[in-house]
């Protein structure tokens, strides 16, 4: 026989051979799966068989076919698939495949099925997609177009059916179990008997069906899980929709809503339950709670998914700076921390631990991560920290260069730079002091000399005013002051000093209590300081003498006077205190349970007269340097609209504070007057950059 003889023989056999097959197959269902299975079980391997008694065919006759082009030729074992497919499975394909699909659906029912079946009968599909232009080549068109494509439209149809009747009859968060076991079980039936091929398909219908469709009723239920703080249900439910990303915006909006919404009523809360001036801990212990409580659910439900912070961080910064306790002001959200942060780093602290201290400073800076007004905050902090340099009561410098070191990781060198040389101010006061002392020893009796210690401290860097009031120096005090003075000009030619009184301070020992056989030690102001050293010379001064002797304006008198009153080591005669003739006796009875008693405490008017002049330092401030973005940017850009350059102007100031639009029209007046920049003709909404 001839090489196409014998192919062709072998063919009209396997065509009669598997037409027969196919008249024998008069069962159904599952019955039908097993016949199918078998048969092709025996056929393949017939298949394999037959290819190697024909290898010489497929060596020689075959290969010179193929290799001149020959259409419909195959080698031995490929042959006998293309039979199959086409004597075969194409007319029982109805049958095979709704077998194997009611076995599916017995399974998605919760009926034990032989899963084998349907994999076996799969693997036969794919088997027999078959490239005809290169038979070599596989395909999964055969498997796709009927097998897949049905599989897919039946589970659309199932799960619609049983989604609709579930959720119909049951609560959301049941609903969020039973969907998610049905993916599960999706994801396993392509694990067990699916082509992966089919693993997109599968799961985007199931998604769609499961979850798209019912996203409205699913997000509606998400506010109510949140209050009730339903913490499996909310991660049951973010696990569910993040399969389909866009499903978790709605959540994402609500999620931010909620979190100010519980932002704003803890700060009114603690609004209401304080009287007068607002405790700094009792506000930012209000802002912490609702940051930690939602920081933790963002972790814990979701994951921390980046959408879900920043839902958090939006909330936390528009209900941080915009308050019932800021009423509009979001520069007061800065001020309190501030205090808050001074509370922290004072060593009248309760915290004593370091670790606790960094927890505590670690919450100051999750805080201010949220603060529009950070210039606002870096003023109020040199304040204080200024005040703890210069009184000595910082908690530990550890702490205080932590703080620092967390400023200046956030917002950059140039936040810190000042903050860092007040400490190098400090390190250089203790040299000079030493010097000193060991120059006056060399020229002075030890007995002429009075305890003394200095600071001298740069006037760039340290926010301290110069003082408001005139002072006399004390005749106990003078010689030292001038033998510093002296000292200093020897040493630094051509610098001044300005010496600020008003936050200076010492001690006294008293020897005119007789009740007392120990004597009391005050520690006082320098104010003060002189005011109790005339006494002496004199026990009763009125006021228009004290003013004389002392050189003080009398409201700051006034004010110093009042605490050595309230303290009962003056008393007060001859009218209320500040009235020109009132008479001021030193209390020859004086009486404290204490030792050491300190005098030198703020006066609050004092306190809240400096609070505002910080704020008009920064609004001054930000003019200055809105007016030095302007003209970094024109001199950049040489001409730009009006809106760019407003807009330039808040994006280059955003991290430090938000400019307001009113005041940046008023900067650009301020330049326009000043020739840094101009209108351009014939173009009124634009400017050019004056060279």
């Known amino acids: 026989l001839r090489g196409v003889d014998l192919y062709n023989r072998l063919r009209e056999y396997l065509r009669e051979h598997l037409t027969k097959k196919v008249s024998q197959a008069q069962v159904m269902d599952e019955a039908l799966l097993i016949y199918y299975n078998q048969l092709w079980k025996e056929f393949t391997t017939s298949a394999s068989t037959l290819n190697h008694v024909f290898d010489y065919l497929n060596r020689h006759w075959v290969k010179r076919e193929l290799d001149e082009g020959a259409r419909g030729v195959y080698d031995i074992y490929t042959l006998c698939l293309v039979s199959w497919r086409d004597h075969l499975f194409i007319p029982i394909h109805d049958k095979v495949i709704n077998a194997a699909l009611k076995l599916v659906s017995k399974q998605r029912n919760g009926e034990a099925i032989d899963t084998n079946l349907i994999k076996k009968a799969v693997e036969s599909f794919v088997s027999l997609g078959l490239d005809e232009s290169d038979s070599k080549r596989q395909t999964l068109d055969l498997y796709k177009t009927y097998f897949e494509a049905p599989f897919i439209a039946a589970t659309e149809s199932f799960y619609k059916s049983a989604s609709e009747s579930f959720i119909s009859a049951n609560t959301i968060p049941d609903y969020l179990i039973k969907s998610t076991t049905w993916l599960e ?83 009114d809360t603690a609004a209401e339950q304080q009287s007068g001036e607002t405790d700094p801990k009792v506000y930012t212990s209000a802002i912490l709670s609702v940051h930690k409580k939602f920081s933790d659910l963002a972790k814990q439900a979701f994951s921390a998914e980046p959408g879900f912070v920043a839902s958090l961080d939006r909330a936390c910064r528009e209900f941080v700076n915009r308050n019932s306790i800021c009423k509009g002001n979001s520069s007061k959200s800065p001020e309190l921390l501030a205090k808050y942060a001074d509370s922290i780093l004072k060593k009248s602290s309760k915290v004593s631990e370091d670790g606790e201290i960094e927890e505590l400073l670690n919450a100051v800076m999750t805080i201010f991560k949220y603060i529009e007004d950070k210039d606002v905050f870096q003023k109020f902090y040199s304040k204080h920290l200024a005040r703890r340099l210069v009184n000595r009561n910082s908690v530990s410098d550890d702490a205080e260069a932590s703080m620092i070191a967390k400023l200046k990781e956030a917002c950059g060198f140039e936040y810190t730079n000042k903050l860092q040389t007040m400490f190098t101010d400090i390190s250089l006061s203790k040299d000079l002091n030493e010097a000193f002392k060991d120059q006056m020893e060399k020229t002075h009796d030890k007995s002429e000399l009075l305890d003394f210690e200095i600071l001298v401290l740069q006037n760039a860097s340290w926010p301290l005013q110069a003082p408001t009031s005139g002072f006399n120096i004390p005749d106990d005090l003078l010689k030292t002051y001038e033998r510093f003075q002296g000292y200093y000009q020897s040493q630094h030619s051509g610098k001044v000093l300005n010496w600020l009184f008003q936050i200076s301070k010492g001690e006294l020992k008293t020897n005119y209590v007789k009740a007392n056989k120990v004597s009391y030690t005050f520690q006082v102001s320098t104010y003060q300081m002189a005011i109790l050293l005339l006494y002496n010379r004199s026990t009763v001064y009125t006021f228009d003498a004290l003013v004389e002797s002392t050189g003080m304006s009398p409201d700051v008198l006034q004010g110093q006077l009042g605490i050595l009153v309230k303290a009962k080591v003056v008393l007060v005669q001859d009218g209320d205190l500040g009235q020109p003739q009132s008479k001021y006796p030193l209390n020859m009875d004086f009486k404290s349970k204490k030792i050491r008693i300190n005098l030198n405490v703020g006066v609050k008017s004092e306190a809240k007269q400096e609070s505002e002049e910080t704020h008009k330092t920064i609004e001054e401030d930000r003019k200055l340097l809105i007016q030095a973005a302007i003209v970094r940017i024109m001199k950049t850009r040489k001409a730009l609209k009006h809106v760019i350059l407003v807009q330039e102007v808040i994006s280059q100031l955003s991290a430090r504070f938000k400019p307001q639009i009113q005041d940046i029209k008023k900067c650009i007046d301020i330049l326009l007057e000043k020739e840094y920049i101009e209108r351009m003709e014939d173009q009124k909404d634009m400017y050019s950059y004056v060279a």
């Not at 997000?219 to 913490?231: H, S, Y």
């Not at 973010?238 to 959540?251: E, I, S």
């Open 185 to 267: 079980e999706e994801e396993a039936r392509l694990s067990s008997y699916l082509h992966p091929s089919t693993s997109h398909a599968l799961i985007s219908t199931t998604e769609q069906v499961l979850i798209t469709n019912h996203a409205p009723r699913i997000q509606g239920e998400f506010m109510g899980l949140l209050e009730n703080d339903r913490l499996q249900d909310l991660t049951r439910m973010y696990n569910l929709l993040r399969r389909v990303p866009h499903t978790l915006d709605t959540l994402r909006n609500n999620f931010e809503q909620y979190i100010k919404k519980q932002g704003l009523n803890s700060i």
